[in-house]
């Protein structure tokens, strides 16, 4: 009969292993490279460059409580003694984390100068607001570059912008994006165009 330690390790496991493939699939498992986010609209998406993945962030909790479910649920069905289960499974866990966060940290160092996004090649790029914007008031965009994918960059005008509203990036103020809204460009664009016909 199996002991019902048995279950109890394997939920653990199987529980860690569903919410890791759920971040995967919608694209939270960032592990950091965004700053350590889960891909959520917070300022820790902002450190643009920055790709060290911390000992405790969420993915690599979960790699070891996967691990811990798991070999604690092998030893529990060969019938492993019930004290030092744990306590071996805990070992093995540790280890196959910080194998994991070695992996991913010399991944990400290494390809660090790929990922960073210089915001001068993003002018004339087109981005979503993902935190409104205020004249004065920093606000975020939202973005897909090639070196990120996903990206959110703080983002200032002079016109008040509201969640997901579509804007244009035109140019660079500090550590910031300036932007327009994508009809005020349009507009622009097209009052360009007409005053370049009259003068040909």
Request: no cysteine; proline share 3%; net charge positive.
């Amino acid at each position: 009969m199996i002991d019902w330690l048995f279950y109890v390790y394997a939920a653990v496991g199987l529980a860690s292993l569903i919410i890791l493939i759920l971040m995967m699939v919608f694209g939270g498992l960032d592990l950091g490279f965004d700053g350590a986010d889960m891909d959520v609209d917070s300022g820790l998406d902002l450190n643009i460059g920055d790709s060290d993945i911390g000992v405790f962030s969420l993915p690599i909790i979960l790699s070891f409580t996967t691990a811990f479910g798991a070999l604690g649920a092998i030893l529990t069905y060969f019938e492993m003694n019930r004290v030092a289960t744990p306590f071996i499974s805990a070992l093995g866990a540790l280890a196959l984390a910080m194998i994991l966060f070695l992996i991913v940290n010399y991944f990400f160092k290494y390809f660090q100068s790929d990922s960073t996004v210089r915001f001068n090649d993003l002018i004339g790029r087109k981005a979503s607001v993902s935190v409104p914007i205020k004249p004065g008031q920093e606000g975020q965009i939202v973005l897909f570059t090639e070196q990120r994918g996903r990206t959110l960059i703080p983002a200032v005008s002079n016109k008040t912008m509201p969640n997901n509203a579509r804007v244009m990036i035109t140019g660079v103020s500090g550590d910031t994006v300036m932007v327009i809204t994508l009809s005020e460009w349009k507009k622009k664009k097209k009052g360009k165009e007409l005053k370049g016909s009259r003068s040909k």
